[in-house]
């Protein structure tokens, strides 16, 4: 049996009191540690049970606030082989709804920072308004692994860390160097169009010069998908939107309506991340 460091904290909890969307809650302990079981059948059914106990059709349940930590710990201490899923689901877990992000942007991290306490924010105190903060933070401190995950993880790891670090614009100085050095390499395109919205996401292009030179450049790189994602980091960042990155914007928006990208923002929709940076240097 796989040894788990803070299995004492995690059966300290009374779970039996936190509402979950489905089942019993007083099985999320047993839960997180099958997803470090050794065996891969275990986790997947693990995986799917605690999914399904924290989030339902964009609602959060509290349970969360109490979970996030362990999950990070799970992908911390390399416990677990779903770690492309678990990041998967710490992403769904910091907003009711992604869209809720996408569009508002920085204005929304602007809502959370003006709440004095936020950082210091343990558990929820009854509200939705709350909850949300508390989880918001509570994802956010994994911003440092997320970054090594983006390093050195697998691709499906890569990319997922890559777009989970664009939810944070508070941790763009900490996140730049990863973001940079990933989409300046040669990674596959989906993984250097994912970090490359995600820093624009973040606000970078508009307060880094070499951020926004590199993505200038990469408007002419030979992939499609790396142009696309470029322009809608540059326009979404700066809210302007001229010549060649509105041309790219408009091109992405046609094109792109005919299949999914591997960009995991929107289900891969990235055409409305296109409609949304458009939209955002319009208003």
């Known amino acids: 049996m796989i040894y788990i460091p803070w299995l004492s904290e995690l059966q300290a909890i009374d779970w039996a009191t936190t509402e979950i969307a489905y089942g019993n809650a007083s099985e999320i302990p047993e839960t997180l540690v099958r997803l470090a079981s050794d065996n891969a059948n275990e986790q997947t059914e693990a995986y ?7 989030v339902s059709e964009g609602m959060r349940f509290n349970a969360a606030s109490y979970a996030i930590p362990f999950l990070i710990r799970l992908l911390q201490e390399g416990l677990t082989l779903r770690s492309a899923s678990v990041l998967e689901l710490l992403a769904e877990l910091t907003f009711r709804e992604e869209s809720d992000y996408l569009i508002e942007g920085i204005l929304l991290h602007e809502t959370y920072m003006e709440i004095p306490s936020a950082l210091e924010v343990s558990m929820y105190d009854g509200d939705e308004k709350s909850l949300s903060i508390d989880l918001y933070y509570k994802v956010a401190a994994g911003v440092p692994l997320y970054c090594d995950y983006l390093q050195t993880g697998t691709l499906p790891e890569r990319i997922q860390a890559a777009a989970l670090i664009g939810y944070f614009p508070g941790e763009k100085s900490y996140a730049k160097s990863f973001l940079l050095d ?18 624009g996401l973040i606000g970078l292009p508009s307060s880094d010069p070499e951020v926004n030179s590199v993505l200038t450049d990469r408007l002419q790189h030979e992939d499609r998908l790396i142009r696309w994602a470029a322009a809608i980091a540059l326009a979404w960042s700066t809210r302007t939107a001229h010549g060649y990155i509105a041309d ?20 891969g929709n990235t055409w409305i991340l296109a409609d949304l940076a458009l939209r955002s240097c319009q208003s």
Do not use: M, V, W
């Not at 799917?48 to 924290?54: K, V, Y």
């Not at 408009?250 to 094109?255: D, G, M, T, V, Y």
């Open 48 to 54: 799917d049970n605690i999914r399904n106990f924290l």
């Open 182 to 199: 990933t989409f300046t390499s040669s990674a596959p395109s989906a993984l250097a169009g994912t970090a490359q919205i995600a820093a």
């Open 248 to 267: 790219l914007l408009h091109e992405c928006k046609s094109l792109a309506k005919e299949e999914s990208t591997e960009i995991p923002y929107l289900h």
